[in-house]
């Protein structure tokens, strides 16, 4: 029974690894070092499973897996970044919202709309300057399933879906850390809010529609989490690891 | 022997500034912790590794491009030549900085910023 081997070497993956095969999400908060071991028992997966029903969902190796390298490569050894993926697709039923009916003409004989809202990744970390970065990626999907009865009386069904996407980035400085306005202003796609305080936060939001392609996917969440950064210049040489 | 300048970070940039064993192909001295087996500073070892996030070093060889991709967008040199000079900065010499046109403002104030001209 070769599934039982697999399921055991499945078992011997990291918890964080084990939970995105078993349930497709993961939800934990861990220092970078934790988070290498993650990748790297995530780089494993592909030569030990070859069960398709347990392979990676989507996005772990194009999107969560890039943006951890991404983030450690920011966070100290001590600090910590929060990831909550969700990566089970916006066809769960609990992320469906009410559907209603649309007016239709002949040959339709229904179409039934519903839209699902799939916020699936969420992270925060806390970074070497002292700031702390937390970016959303939420999902909206419009469904249409559409019922017609062809001139020879068959029925047919189908289900027609358009995706958009929200991305968030929210930088909350260090007390006192120094802000400039950048000389570009963002591309007009992009919503920036800065507010002052002891801690200035600086939030950019961006629609895209239709929601990016997987393999687009990356550079979308790394191009809204660039605004806030460049609100404040690069630091005086540190040492770092 | 020169300080390891290999940049460390990816928004928030740093300088790794321990003893360097080795000088790289780039011209980067390099101290034992950050340089691969060929010798090789991370950014020019996972520019061989492009497309594997996997790789250990995948983030540092992205970086660059990052930086390009995301100044292009924001049609924003600076924000590319804030990395840039970054990057370069420690092994130039120190014999100034190319900020492409940049006036320097905004710089002022900035305790201990040893890196920019003026
Ligand atoms: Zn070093
Ligand atoms: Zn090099």
Known sequence: ?241 | MNPCAVTTGFFVLGRCGRPSVTVCRCGRPVCARHVDPQGLCPECAAAQAYADPFHPGWARGYRRRYYEQSSGMYNDAVWYSWFDSYDRGQFDGGDGFDLGGYDGDGFDGDDGNDWVDS
């Open chain 1, 1 to 241: 029974m070769f599934w039982r081997k697999t399921r055991a070497a499945i078992e011997r993956f990291h918890p964080v690894h084990q939970g995105l095969v078993w349930q497709r999400t993961a939800s934990v908060t861990l220092p970078p070092a934790e988070w290498d071991a993650v990748v790297a028992s995530l780089a494993r997966h592909a030569e030990t499973v070859k069960r398709r029903k347990w392979r990676l969902p989507d996005r772990t190796v194009a999107v969560l897996v890039p943006l951890i390298r991404v983030l450690c490569e920011d966070v100290a050894p001590g600090d910590a970044i929060g990831i909550t993926a969700d990566l089970r697709g916006p066809q769960v039923p609990e992320k469906a919202g009410p559907s209603r009916q649309l007016p239709v003409r002949k040959p339709i004989r229904s179409i039934t709309e519903w839209f699902a809202l799939d916020p699936w990744l969420a992270v925060r970390a806390e970074l070497r300057d002292g700031s702390v970065l937390e970016l959303t990626v939420t999902d909206r999907v419009r469904y249409r399933k559409i019922h017609k009865v062809n001139p020879r009386g068959k029925h047919k069904h189908k289900t027609k879906s358009k995706a958009v996407q929200r991305i968030t980035a929210r930088r909350t400085l260090q007390p006192g850390q120094d802000v400039r306005r950048p000389d570009t202003p963002p591309p007009r796609t992009l919503a920036v809010r800065v507010k002052p305080g002891k801690r200035t936060v600086i939030s950019a939001t961006t629609k895209l529609g239709p929601a990016p392609t997987e393999q687009d996917q990356l550079q979308w969440v790394l191009a809204v989490a660039t605004e806030p950064f460049r609100w404040t210049p690069p630091a005086a040489e540190r040492r770092t690891a």
